[in-house]
T-cell receptor, first 112, second 117 residues
Framework: SQTIHQWPATLVQPVGSPLSLECTVEGTSNPNLYWYRQAAGRGLQLLFYSVGIGQISSEVPQNLSASRPQDRQFILSSKKLLLSDSGFYLCAWSPRLAYEQYFGPGTRLTVT | AQTVTQSQPEMSVQEAETVTLSCTYD???????LFWYKQPPSRQMILVIR??????QNATENRFSVNFQKAAKSFSLKISDSQLGDAAMYFCAYRSLDMNRDDKIIFGKGTRLHILP
């Protein structure tokens, strides 16, 4: 069966520091991958999605970036964090020929 | 552009009772998928139920069922015999079947469901 992992689970970082969140999927190949952010008590905001290695689509221009160095690995990065980057970050995957998305456990990021 | 609207930010239901969460959407497409996701306090999103627009029969998963009204663009979720573990934020979502469109799911803003013991 397929599983999706995210780490770290919780992260506290000072303003201006770099960020790297990692997401990996097991048990499938060539998945579509997504990064979402959820502010406290609010809905999901799609940040990036990828349909293949090195193929990244950005939904929201900001100081975040994403990379897909391997088929089942999706990384969310920032060179300098802002206070407004605080939130709950969710990674999701979708089978190539399916329409639903499956989510990871998420990373709670607090920028201080 | 497609939109998904959940007009009830919060709802409460007595344990063992039935509750219905509302969702409406706007689209010009004829083929699409609709979903309900559950986000419990752990905050991991869980797929509850899905509905293909070309199917007239309403989807059912155990205590969860939907009322899909395509003409009205309405997609409500009914939870029967509510349990304490059903307490969560519920998101309605839309996905186009048009392969030329971006591969994205559009989520509503969510409805927080409280279960009263």
């Amino acid at each position: 069966s397929q599983t999706i992992h995210q780490w770290p689970a919780t992260l506290v970082q000072p303003v201006g520091s770099p960020l790297s969140l990692e997401c990996t999927v097991e048990g499938t190949s060539n998945p579509n991958l997504y990064w979402y952010r959820q502010a406290a008590g609010r809905g999901l905001q799609l940040l990036f999605y990828s349909v293949g290695i090195g193929q990244i689509s950005s939904e929201v221009p900001q100081n975040l970036s994403a990379s897909r160095p391997q088929d089942r690995q999706f990384i969310l990065s920032s060179k300098k964090l802002l206070l407004s980057d605080s939130g709950f970050y969710l990674c999701a995957w979708s089978p190539r020929l399916a329409y639903e998305q499956y989510f990871g456990p998420g990373t709670r990021l607090t920028v201080t | 552009a497609q939109t998904v609207t959940q007009s009830q930010p919060e709802m409460s239901v007595q344990e063992a009772e039935t509750v219905t969460l509302s969702c409406t959407y706007d689209t010009s497409e004829s083929d699409y998928y609709l979903f309900w996701y559950k986000q419990p306090p752990s905050r991991q999103m869980i797929l509850v139920i899905r509905q293909e627009a070309y199917k007239q029969q309403n989807a059912t998963e155990n205590r969860f069922s939907v009322n899909f009204q395509k003409a009205a663009k309405s997609f409500s979720l009914k939870i029967s015999d509510s349990q304490l573990g059903d307490a969560a934020m519920y998101f309605c979502a839309y996905r186009s079947l048009d392969m030329n469109r971006d591969d994205k799911i559009i989520f509503g803003k969510g409805t927080r469901l409280h279960i009263l013991p």
